[in-house]
């Protein structure tokens, strides 16, 4: 049985490691500025002593000028793009394999005019024209057809059913569901801390001012609460959370559609080549997404 792995070309996972590698220097430049940013705050918010800077205020200093180098390294390298671009690439690959692969319209059945072979290169064609520019676009590896995608398109109905409904749908739609919660639970976690700092703000700005602690606390708890916000803003936790049930929604109704489908139906290649379209469609419509975001940063 032929598995997504072996199906897919060298140009997909190329692409896909080049947005791994872009999400995780993001995520780890992004935690580390928020960091020295939020704990440089803390240092800056002890009292001065009386004539002279105090150690504090020295490291204060020190965390804040690390901070801005790597300010300076993420906007230096952009691996955000790198991150989104790769994932464009990537899924706008995986779409038009499947497509090729399982008759999926444009893709028709055989006896179809068009030549299937010429209309993926002229597709392929138009990805790689539009990630030109693009870091993530592999050099030197190979973005044709490959075997597996010939032996299932090959195959008959049943087992391309069989294949698209266990490789693709299910995956997609468990993925698409298990991230959409994810993105959930995180979204309200900073939610939360984003209204809890400002609460504890104020009562640390009530024990100052009733001279019971030595610290200026509203530097360090405007700091935390924006980088918080600037957090949940990277990961995008809200739109990627509606975005995926979406997609999983139209998913589920497409699954139960196949399922459905009488393969024995004299035009069962007609729907199932309409059914699948819709079904890439969906998973396009979020992928979508990150080609929007990768425009806003050319």
């Avoid at 597709?123 to 597996?148: C, E, M, N, W």
């Avoid at 290649?269 to 940063?297: G, I, K, N, P, Y």
């Amino acid at each position: 049985m032929v598995s997504e792995r072996e199906l897919l070309p060298d140009l997909f996972w190329g692409a896909d490691r080049a947005s791994l590698r872009g999400q995780l220097q993001t995520v780890r430049l992004s935690r580390r500025q928020l960091g020295l940013l939020t704990v440089a705050s803390v240092f800056s918010s002890f009292d001065v002593a009386a004539g002279r800077l105090h150690w504090a205020s020295w490291l204060a200093a020190a965390l804040f000028a690390f901070a801005a180098w790597t300010t300076w390294v993420i906007h230096r390298h952009n691996p955000q793009a790198l991150w989104y671009e790769g994932r464009a690439l990537a899924e706008s690959m995986k779409t038009l394999a499947w497509k090729y692969s399982v008759r999926a319209d444009p893709f028709t059945p055989p006896g179809d005019e068009r030549d299937p072979d010429a209309l993926y290169r002229l597709q392929l064609g138009d990805v790689l024209h539009t990630f030109r520019r693009s870091r993530a676009l592999p050099r030197h590896v190979d973005s044709g057809i490959t075997p597996a995608m010939r032996r299932l398109r090959d195959a008959p109905l049943r087992v391309r059913h069989d294949v698209y409904l266990r490789e693709r749908i299910r995956v997609q739609h468990e993925w698409y569901t298990v991230k959409a919660a994810r993105c959930e639970v995180n979204g309200r976690r900073a939610g939360r801390l984003a209204m809890t700092f400002p609460l504890l703000g104020i009562l640390f700005l009530v024990l100052r001012a009733g001279g019971w602690s030595p610290f200026d606390t509203l530097g360090f708890v405007s700091a935390i609460t924006a980088s918080v916000a600037a957090w949940a803003q990277l990961r995008q936790y809200s739109p990627l959370a509606a975005a995926y049930r979406v997609a999983a929604d139209e998913l589920e109704l497409i699954r139960v559609q196949l399922a459905s489908l009488d393969l024995d139906d004299p035009h069962a290649e007609h729907l199932w080549s309409q059914l699948t379209r819709d079904a890439e469609d969906a998973v396009s419509r979020e992928h979508t997404t990150w080609q929007a975001r990768r425009e806003m940063r050319v």
